[in-house]
Protein backbone atom coordinates (compact mmCIF):
# COMPACT_ATOMS: atom_id res chain seq x y z
CA UNK A 1 0.00 0.00 0.00
CA UNK A 2 0.96 3.56 -0.50
CA UNK A 3 0.21 6.89 0.92
CA UNK A 4 -1.62 9.08 -1.19
CA UNK A 5 -2.95 12.30 -0.56
CA UNK A 6 -6.11 13.87 -1.83
CA UNK A 7 -6.20 17.36 -3.92
CA UNK A 8 -8.52 19.26 -6.44
CA UNK A 9 -7.75 19.27 -10.01
CA UNK A 10 -10.53 21.08 -12.63
CA UNK A 11 -11.32 18.55 -15.34
CA UNK A 12 -13.93 19.72 -18.36
CA UNK A 13 -16.64 18.42 -17.53
CA UNK A 14 -17.20 16.88 -20.61
CA UNK A 15 -13.75 14.53 -20.34
CA UNK A 16 -14.80 14.13 -16.67
CA UNK A 17 -17.92 12.71 -18.25
CA UNK A 18 -15.86 10.53 -20.98
CA UNK A 19 -13.53 9.00 -18.38
CA UNK A 20 -16.43 7.60 -16.07
CA UNK A 21 -17.82 6.15 -19.02
CA UNK A 22 -14.57 4.90 -20.40
CA UNK A 23 -13.76 3.54 -16.81
CA UNK A 24 -17.03 2.37 -16.59
CA UNK A 25 -16.25 0.02 -19.88
CA UNK A 26 -13.55 -1.10 -18.29
CA UNK A 27 -14.93 -1.73 -15.18
CA UNK A 28 -12.33 0.26 -13.28
CA UNK A 29 -12.58 3.37 -11.60
CA UNK A 30 -12.41 6.65 -12.03
CA UNK A 31 -9.35 6.84 -9.81
CA UNK A 32 -7.60 3.77 -11.04
CA UNK A 33 -7.95 5.44 -15.00
CA UNK A 34 -6.89 9.04 -13.71
CA UNK A 35 -3.91 7.46 -11.83
CA UNK A 36 -2.67 5.62 -14.82
CA UNK A 37 -2.86 8.64 -17.03
CA UNK A 38 -0.80 10.46 -14.66
CA UNK A 39 1.63 7.51 -14.40
CA UNK A 40 2.30 7.41 -18.13
CA UNK A 41 2.12 11.45 -18.39
CA UNK A 42 4.74 11.31 -15.63
CA UNK A 43 7.05 8.40 -17.22
CA UNK A 44 6.75 9.86 -21.12
CA UNK A 45 8.35 13.38 -19.41
CA UNK A 46 10.92 11.98 -17.64
CA UNK A 47 12.17 9.80 -20.92
CA UNK A 48 11.75 13.44 -22.76
CA UNK A 49 16.02 14.37 -22.50
CA UNK A 50 16.80 17.75 -23.22
CA UNK A 51 17.60 18.67 -27.42
CA UNK A 52 20.99 17.94 -27.77
CA UNK A 53 22.75 19.19 -31.03
CA UNK A 54 24.59 15.67 -31.95
CA UNK A 55 28.19 15.80 -33.35
CA UNK A 56 28.21 16.23 -36.70
CA UNK A 57 31.55 15.94 -38.34
CA UNK A 58 32.72 16.21 -41.55
CA UNK A 59 36.70 14.25 -41.00
CA UNK A 60 38.12 17.37 -41.34
CA UNK A 61 40.45 19.24 -38.89
CA UNK A 62 38.42 22.47 -37.98
CA UNK A 63 38.54 25.73 -40.10
CA UNK A 64 40.52 26.29 -42.88
CA UNK A 65 44.14 27.94 -41.98
CA UNK A 66 43.61 31.54 -41.95
CA UNK A 67 40.02 31.46 -40.92
CA UNK A 68 40.36 30.64 -37.38
CA UNK A 69 39.96 34.51 -36.50
CA UNK A 70 37.56 35.57 -39.34
CA UNK A 71 34.25 36.66 -38.69
CA UNK A 72 30.89 34.92 -38.91
CA UNK A 73 29.55 36.79 -42.08
CA UNK A 74 33.23 36.23 -43.70
CA UNK A 75 32.65 32.54 -43.37
CA UNK A 76 29.05 32.94 -44.63
CA UNK A 77 30.47 34.81 -47.55
CA UNK A 78 32.74 32.45 -48.84
CA UNK A 79 30.67 29.31 -48.26
CA UNK A 80 28.32 30.97 -50.78
CA UNK A 81 30.82 32.45 -52.87
CA UNK A 82 29.79 31.03 -56.55
CA UNK A 83 26.38 29.89 -55.25
CA UNK A 84 24.96 33.01 -55.62
CA UNK A 85 23.80 33.69 -51.85
Known amino acids: MYRS ?3 TVDI ?5 EEAKRLAARQ ?3 LRE ?5 LRRG ?3 R ?3 VEFRL ?3 TFRGHGLQPGMADASWERIREL ?3 GRGG
Do not use: Q
Not at 12 to 16: E, K, N, Q, T
Open 5 to 7: MKT
Open 12 to 16: PDSLL
Open 27 to 29: GTT
Open 33 to 37: LLLDG
Open 42 to 44: VAE
Open 46 to 48: KRA
Open 54 to 56: RKA
Open 79 to 81: AYE
